[in-house]
């Protein structure tokens, strides 16, 4: 129970946690030339008072953003202690009514004392609950700092629906002794938090019980639109759809308004994206709604060998959309554009195996590896797609660089024009992981690398290695499917 003597203890420790990061802080801006350098520091400038108080700056708010992180697990102990105190007292309810009338009751007051609305202080005691007690490892991880609450927030949501077991090895997967993290990538602390629903919601997809194609059956009942009248003579409308149809409709409406863009062109990409909805909606209102086409863009859809020959049922991977039934990687595949780029996965490692190409010219086919790779643009934070990005040499041709998959990197046009105009430098990269970069103040801030992970083998199917022979012949039999 939370409120035994080790609840207790455990509210306690995080109560003095943030005492200490307090006292971190405070030193920290007292006496800048003591501030430690911390982990992400990796070269010095030339020592002055403001490049100090620069650097005391930075510090501090690398500390400030730890001390709101155990403050939130401060929050979620107390809450969680408090409502299960409240139902220790009040005993078990006689009935629904009475439960419900609790649940209110037990919302209203956290909602007064925190002074936020109901809504919230009802969210606030599921994520509570959800945490101290089927998320011990990421509740920890957001007391010590090592990841903020948005991430923790969604762990709670990617393991909504799960069964206990199943939540605790996604836990595990990420925060557990044995989580895989190579030396150079970003831990999820280190992810900006909609990178990180991207990494746990692959696997979450990948490790559920129950198959994404089953789900995505379920969930087609779902489908609706929705309408919201907003200020100033605005609205805002909503589609709830299949993801690789609403993937469709993003990519040709945004293909679509950069074809219109030009200097003599007023509107920028977002409004033109919303006038060409608009009038591709109602210019279509008298004529019905017909089958949704296959995505008539760019596309690069990763699918398991044995997926896409419906051997096995595990999901694909769309480029800016993530996982997708194999039903749907089957009929993207079938029926999508001659610009959709098939990558095939190794059986025994869940690496790259092939690119689907229709040009065997060097810089294309670097060019599709890169995407592939890098997934988007590698810059901290940045989850520009990887088909609107821009191949980079991360050490300049005329520096003796050379054109290779370890010396490129994709950059979104912010972030590659950043990099020229700004001593922001990003490492070496590999075969298969993208590059970090170093800030202008030294500080590294690492890649985040793929999750390669083998495809399930049907039973029987393969032997134990797999000869280059066989490794063609599996190829061509996905090209051929």
Sequence with gaps: MVVDAGGRTAVA???????????ELAGVLDCP???????????????????????????????LARVEAATAAVKVRLVAAYAEAAAGMEGPPANAHEASAKEMSLVAEVACVLTIGERAASALVGEAHALATSLPAALDALQTGTIAWQHARIMVEETTGLTPAAASALEAHFFGQDALNPPNAAGPGELVPGRFRR???????RHHPETLEKRHAKSMADRRMEYAPDRDGMAWISLYLPGDTA??????????????????????????????????????????IGEVPSPRVEVLLTVPVFSLLGITDEPAEVDGLGPVPPSVARRLVADGASSLYRVLIDPRNGAPLEIGRTSYRLPEALKRWLK???GACTFPGCSNNSLDNEADHLTAWQQGGTTGISNLGQACPKHHRLKHRRPWKPTQATKTEPP??????GRYYPAEHPDLEPPLLPPGCLPFTVSPLEQAILTRLAACA
């Design 247 to 288: 993937c469709a409709i993003w990519n040709k409406t945004t293909a679509l308004a950069r074809g219109l863009q030009g200097p003599h062109e007023p509107r920028n990409l977002t409004q033109l994206r919303a006038d060409i909805g608009a009038g591709l909606l109602l210019g279509s209102a008298n004529q019905g």
């Design 33 to 63: 030339s003591a501030a430690p350098a911390g982990p992400m520091r990796v070269a010095d400038a030339d020592a002055d008072p403001m490049h100090e108080f620069s650097e005391a700056c930075l510090e501090g708010l690398g500390v």
């Design 372 to 374: 592939m790779r890098d």
């Design 436 to 441: 970090g970069w170093i800030s202008p103040t």
């Design 13 to 23: 420790a995080a109560i003095a946690s943030v005492a200490g990061l307090v006292e």
């Design 199 to 205: 990494k746990v919601r692959a696997w979450r997809e």
